[in-house]
């Protein structure tokens, strides 16, 4: 378990500061973590119980986070454009989609392929999420951030790193 960022807007520089390089930061992490377990558990010679722990952990760690994550960013909502926020649900609700798909495919560990491309959707359209958010917040400075949504944005990576 990560600690907490705590965000200080007490300079100038601090209010001014934009969202950008906490969120580059903060998804290229995440998306380090999601390689590190799914691309070890789509090679050809993994087996089922490494492709099992990387069901466990996007049923687990990786929707909780993506749970925090998409609540911080609606926190956000009066923030964005109309275009912003309707990209920003579809992805969201792809990401949805595709989580709730795994808890209907009987026995995907058992078939690599299937998992493989299973996974694969899943890491493409994380990656668009994360491209999303960070071009709609990116802009944001942290001095327009409410002390509520600030902390919302503090906790994502509570559980980032969990063992599988």
């Known amino acids: 378990m990560t600690t907490a960022t705590v965000f200080r807007t007490e ?32 090679q050809q010679e993994a087996g089922v119980w490494l492709r099992w722990r990387a069901l466990q952990y996007l049923a687990g760690g990786f929707t909780r986070r ?15 454009t109309g275009d912003q926020a309707r990209h920003l649900w579809a992805a969201g609700e792809l990401l949805n989609q595709l989580l709730r798909h ?25 990656e668009y999420w994360c491209q999303q958010v960070e ?3 990116g802009s944001v400075r942290w001095g327009d951030v409410p002390v509520e949504s600030r902390h919302l ?10 063992s599988c």
């Open 11 to 42: 300079s100038t520089l601090e209010i001014k500061t934009p969202m950008l390089g906490f969120l580059e930061g903060l998804h290229q992490r995440w998306l380090r973590e999601v390689r590190g377990v799914l691309d070890p558990a789509r």
């Open 66 to 80: 993506f749970g925090r994550e998409r609540q911080a960013v609606i926190s956000l909502h009066a923030q964005l």
């Open 102 to 126: 795994l808890d209907h495919i009987a026995g995907l560990c058992h078939h690599r392929p299937e998992f493989s491309a299973v996974t694969l959707n899943l890491l493409t359209a994380l």
């Open 135 to 137: 071009e709609a917040l």
């Open 153 to 162: 944005f503090e906790v994502i990576p509570d559980d980032l790193v969990e």
